[in-house]
């Protein structure tokens, strides 16, 4: 699942395994009574040769992630808040024979 965020910093830094690009973002999220900002961060190993952007971690916001995510937050503000009953039709995760 993709997560929208406000880029609050960057940085490139140095560890004993290699570089690291590490992100900064904020957030929302909800505790039921309110909406609030949360930060989270997002750590990007140095890699060798070439890495396909859908495969990485982090990437920039599209029209198409952009309409993903403000149906998505429709509904995190419709549910976010108070309490909501909902049910689930769909087919459930069953333990295989074997185990």
């Excluded at 690291?20 to 957030?27: A, D, G, L």
């Excluded at 190993?45 to 982090?58: A, N, W, Y």
């Amino acid at each position: 699942m993709i997560v929208g965020g406000k880029v609050a910093s960057r940085q490139t830094y140095q560890t004993q395994h290699g570089k690291v690009f590490k992100i900064e973002y904020m957030v929302i999220r909800s505790n039921g009574k309110g909406f609030f900002q949360s930060p989270e961060e997002e750590n990007i190993k140095e890699f060798q040769g070439v890495v396909r952007i859908q495969d990485l971690p982090v990437r920039v916001q599209t029209p198409e992630i952009e309409k993903d995510l403000v149906a998505r937050g429709a509904k995190f503000c419709k549910y976010g808040l108070g309490h909501h009953y909902c049910a689930y039709d769909g087919k459930e995760i069953e333990r295989a024979q074997d185990c």
